[in-house]
């Protein structure tokens, strides 16, 4: 008999071989536009603190006081101990910048994902599911139980398709997108999959975590963007994305969101987000509603790289952006973890995402409305002073 544990040993050198495997990386200090990695000074372009948020006094501020007010835990889930009006507060301010009857906050937006998945649908059900979509909303299809098809990333075509085929076989449908995609920075085609959805009578689940605070006239997200305000659907988000904090939320109809606090098993039965966390984002959202200029600022950063970047001559693969996600395309795993060690030596921290998270290795560029022209400039010269490329 072999030894129940022996397998671990074995899988961790077939990662290894295959260049997939993962470290953490320890970054000292306050994050901002610069951070100290590994005890060297590069410029951040890894983080998704795309507003500068994270570092914020206000949000510090804000995190102490509740702190002190409240204590560090909420002690409980939020229908037992856990809740406090700091929570309520913070559903009501996420309801207002996503323009939604209401909100219900979890203790991140991964759990969000799951909850929300899994008690919408059941095994009676259909999924249909963009394959870029993040790993939350496919495990929460998972865990749901329902029949899942996944449709090429972003083709209303084929995902027509697919519900003319399927859907009169199913009770309820939901179909399930991100609306920037977090490791492509493309956006989903929201008009066109609202339309879908009446067409075939489907729920619509989006995920906001990289467009909330960055997307739309006032932060709200793609489905301001989009002008797609007021119609029907399911907004799932992040608090610790462009809010700077931690937590996840979703916001929909009255009904919806009070569905969830009944039947959600990832609200129901964890403790309720830290005072901390809750008072962090609640002042967040009010920056982001009160300081249009962060945004301004980051679209700013945001164009004057992509402008720099049609300039040099080497021939990147920029994949398609409409956000500040910006990935460079390279042929291999170990070609991109080589371009993300030789960013670093350079003074440039942007990490090498890889398979199982991606189908094609790249590089990863996240902006933020902190970094400052020469920091992107400086982005450019070494992207420009590299080999890798060259492969
Ligand atoms: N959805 C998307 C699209 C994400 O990128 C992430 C975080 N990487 C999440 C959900 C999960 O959010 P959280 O970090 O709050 O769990």
Redesign the pocket.
Known sequence: MPKPYDWLQQSLETIHRADWYRAVKTIHGLSGATVILDGQEVINFAS?DYLGLAGDERLIEAAVAATKEFGTGSTGSRLLSGHRELHRELEQAIANLKQAEDALVFS??????LGAIAALVGKRDLILSDLY?????KNGAILSGATVIEYPHCDVTQLHTFLGEHRKNYRRCLILT?T???MDGDLCPLPQLLDLADEFSCMLLV?E??ATGVMGETGAGCVEYFGCSGRELIQ?G????ALGS???YVAGSAKLIDFLRNRAPSWIYTTGLSPADTAAALAAVNIVQQEPQRRTQLWNQINYLKQLLQQQSLKLNLLPSESPILCLQLVSATAALQAGEQLKASGIFAPAIRPPTVPTSRIRISLMATHQATHIEKLVAVLQSLSIWEC
């Open positions: 998704n991140s937006g991964y759990l969000a994902n979509n993040h790993s939350s909303l991100d920037v995609f977090s995920d975590a990289h799932i992040t608090l610790s994305k931690l937590g996840g």
